[in-house]
């Protein structure tokens, strides 16, 4: 996939990963402060089930610069760094700023598919229409946490034997890493009772796998 690609110096804030950090803290700035002014950012850029009253297209983009809270946000933020500045610096910027748009795309589709087996569920239950209509109307997901688990999946995937270190104590593979957290977060997603979307982790996985599987067979060509 990189055979004839070598990248142009080697820097710990390459541009992508810089400029969305920068994007990722105004963004949650304005939510916060702005919200406060009667403006609800989260109806309008968050992502909504699709058969929503408050869905818009752009929202499949626009969630991934949403947080709800500093410690969400924080910890996005220094994962995409920890992980992104490498893979940025292997692959250059505009395919890892098509990747990272990719797995957060991917994240949302899969968790629209898993809010619309939900709906069927609760359809086969017998829950009112009413209370089905609001759960539809209101459910919405926020976070580049999708983004982010398909950047791990690609770090684990192109440096699989580099160790890392977990809280900064534990070393551990990063393909162990990987395998560990997508278990995880299928266990998780299953079990349920959780306002964390998991079901999008594994999404960003997902889709971050089948792109560097396909990019691995086309041989590196023009496209990103």
């Excluded at 086969?124 to 999708?146: D, F, K, T, W």
């Excluded at 999008?200 to 067979?217: C, D, P, S, T, V």
Aim: glycine share 10%.
């Amino acid at each position: 996939m990189t055979e004839n690609y070598r990248p142009q110096g080697f820097r710990l804030l390459p541009p992508v990963v810089k400029n969305l950090l920068i994007i990722n803290v105004i963004m949650f700035f304005l939510t916060d402060v702005v919200g406060g002014f009667g403006i609800d950012f989260t109806r309008y850029l968050g992502l909504h089930y699709i058969a929503s009253k408050n869905f818009f297209p752009w929202q499949y983009f626009t969630y991934l610069f949403m947080h709800g809270s500093f410690p969400h946000l924080l910890f996005n933020m220094f994962m995409l760094w920890m992980f992104g500045y490498t893979l940025e610096n292997y692959w250059g910027s505009k395919r890892f700023l098509f990747y990272y748009l990719f797995c957060g795309v991917g994240a949302g589709l899969i968790q629209n598919i898993v809010v619309a087996y939900e709906i069927w569920n609760f359809a086969q239950e017998g829950y009112p229409a009413l209370a089905i209509a609001r759960y539809m109307n209101n459910a919405v997901v926020i976070g580049a946490s999708g983004s982010v688990f398909g950047i791990l999946l690609a770090f684990g995937m192109m440096f699989p034997n580099m160790m890392v270190y977990v809280y900064f104590l534990f070393p551990i593979k990063a393909k162990y890493l990987v395998i560990i957290l997508g278990v995880l977060e299928l266990l998780l997603g299953f079990r349920g009772g959780s306002t964390i979307a998991h079901f999008a982790h594994l999404g960003g996985m997902l889709f971050g796998i089948i792109l560097i599987l396909w990019w691995r067979k086309r041989r590196r060509n023009d496209f990103y």
